[in-house]
């Protein structure tokens, strides 16, 4: 069994594809496997999958209902003691960034190894402890976690009724309803390309969430909903005793 299964996520993204296929083989660590999991993409990304094929260790090229069924469909493929999901158009920092988050592989045996990723030229790191509030409150790329794959043999595979939440969703239910460990490394990860679905679709995320809240912990709604409201009003001070500072300065 190999350390790791890279699992990248394409449709129509050719150029980005093929950069990540780029960043993965490059990497000086070699306890990997590659899947390719591609959406039926009619752009070309299919010729740049077939001529980099030595490389890849398995790949398809089917319809999928959303990026989480592609997900899932990548899980049932993996083999890896650790499963990464690093979509077309992401890529590693360097050459040398498997190998030195798992320089001490003996050592990692958590259900969860976190790092962190790059993304519009900013770094976003990860708390050494996380917290309920934290990951509600300002969530996190799958692309910062390395998952160990018999996690998804208990808490089972992600919830393709949650279209874009799926992943923070299954973390939290991993850490709160199994108490999964985990365990941090301050190591830039991953270049992430700034396009995710969750992050354009607010309102829609938010109530996903709290309908995963409801379902899985009830108890937890009107706490995540008074956070919701209490940053509202937050941004609204803010915004407040900025236009007062303007004011101010002019008078």
Not at 25 to 48: C, H, L, M, R, Y
Not at 88 to 94: E, H, L, P, R, Y
Request: charged share 20%; glycine share 4%; net charge neutral.
């Amino acid at each position: 069994m190999c350390t790791v299964s890279i699992i990248t996520v394409n449709k129509n993204n050719a150029t980005g594809l093929a950069n990540t296929i780029r960043s993965v083989i490059n990497q000086t660590f070699k306890e990997v496997e590659f899947i390719i999991i591609d959406g039926a993409s009619n752009d070309g990304s299919i010729d740049i999958i077939k001529q980099n094929e030595q490389n890849v260790t398995r790949w398809i090229s089917q319809t999928d209902s959303g990026i989480y069924n592609a997900m899932n469909k990548g899980i049932a493929l993996a083999t890896g003691k650790y499963v990464y999901f690093l979509n077309s158009g992401d890529c590693f920092i360097n050459d040398y960034t498997l190998q030195s988050f798992f320089e001490n592989t003996l050592e990692d045996n958590e259900d969860f190894l976190i790092g962190n990723v790059l993304i519009n030229d900013k770094v976003l790191k990860i708390p050494n402890k996380l917290s309920l509030f934290y990951i509600l409150n300002f969530g996190f790329s799958h692309q910062s976690f390395f998952i160990k794959r018999s996690v998804y043999q208990i808490t089972g595979v992600y919830d393709e009724n949650y279209s874009i939440v799926a992943d923070i969703n299954h973390f939290i239910l991993s850490l709160v309803k199994f108490n999964m460990s985990y365990r941090y490394k301050d190591v830039l990860l991953t270049r992430i390309e700034p396009n995710g679905i969750s992050s354009h679709d607010l309102q829609r995320n938010f109530n996903q969430r709290e309908k995963f809240l409801l379902t899985e912990f009830p108890v937890l709604l009107k706490d995540y909903q008074d956070l919701l409201s209490y940053n509202k009003r937050d941004i609204f001070k803010r915004a407040l005793l900025f236009i007062k500072r303007k004011i101010a300065i002019r008078n």
